[in-house]
């Protein structure tokens, strides 16, 4: 196997290992998992600064509190206030409504999904810090807790039910965050090309000392057509350097 597939295969069995242990892994655990690659140091370094990005602690759980807006402090605590209203369960009680909402009882649901709300709490802030705000992880990951506690007929122990619910939580918030962080590199993009197209237009204005038409931004930057013309879409027809619906 190319090496570098299997040091892209290894780091990701690391972080996954590491999500089910409240995004912590011990400096061992790593170590042994990368033993058959004999890493650099430089390499491990590289290795250990890469999962404290992803906000995974060595050896001791990470700090989520420092990710935190003071905004999303304040959310964070109003909701937790909230929860409260919601009884405390034991161990034997969480099981009892979780084999109740497996067998479909309605009450049984609805306690199951109270009981997990804080539960989505806790594996939203293992996404602290990665561009989007916890409030809008909470609401991902009660949309998809309420839509799984209505998926578990077909299990059979209520540990399979915890732990799928779990899975369907931290999966909807990870979708949120790709699809959050897809949106803003077409953002970003989007701006990129528009600046391009904008700089070019107000470096011809300041020479001709009028508004520019197309053709003549096409002439003199070697941009097409339809990059100008996109731009100026994009842009809602704000780069008040061009003269739009003027020709040469």
């Keep these: 196997m190319d090496r570098e597939i299997r040091f892209a295969r290894t780091l990701e069995e690391v972080r996954q290992k590491a999500k089910i242990q409240n995004n912590c892994i011990s400096q061992a655990e790593v170590e042994e998992a990368f033993a058959p690659l004999a890493l650099s140091a430089e390499q491990m370094d590289m290795v250990y600064q890469y999962l404290r990005q992803k906000k995974i602690g060595i050896g001791e759980p990470v ?3 420092e990710y935190l807006l003071d ?3 304040d959310y964070l605590a109003s909701y937790l206030e909230s929860l409260k209203a919601f009884a405390e369960v034991s161990e034997g009680e969480r099981e009892a409504v979780t084999l109740s909402a497996m067998a479909g009882d309605r009450e049984g649901v609805r306690r199951l999904t109270e009981i997990f709300l804080s539960e989505v709490v806790e594996i939203a802030k293992l996404y602290a810090g990665q561009g989007v705000y916890l409030e809008d992880l909470i609401g991902e990951g009660n949309a998809a807790l309420s839509l799984g506690v209505t998926m578990l007929g077909a299990l059979e122990h209520a540990s399979e039910a915890q732990g799928m619910l779990a899975r369907l939580i931290m999966d909807a918030m990870e ?3 790709a699809d959050y962080a897809e949106e803003s590199r077409k953002d970003q993009s989007i701006a990129e090309k528009v600046n391009k197209v904008a700089d070019a237009a ?3 204005y300041e020479e001709l000392r009028r508004k520019v038409t197309v053709e003549e931004l096409m ?3 070697g941009l097409s ?4 013309e996109d731009a100026i879409r994009m842009s809602g027809d ?3 350097a061009i003269a739009i ?3 040469s």
């Design 175 to 177: 979708e949120y965050i």
């Design 63 to 65: 700090d989520y509190e």
């Design 245 to 247: 619906g003027v020709t």
């Design 71 to 73: 905004e999303e402090k």
């Design 202 to 204: 107000n470096a011809l």
């Design 219 to 221: 002439a003199e930057s």
């Design 238 to 240: 704000k780069i008040e």
């Design 225 to 228: 057509r339809k990059a100008i």
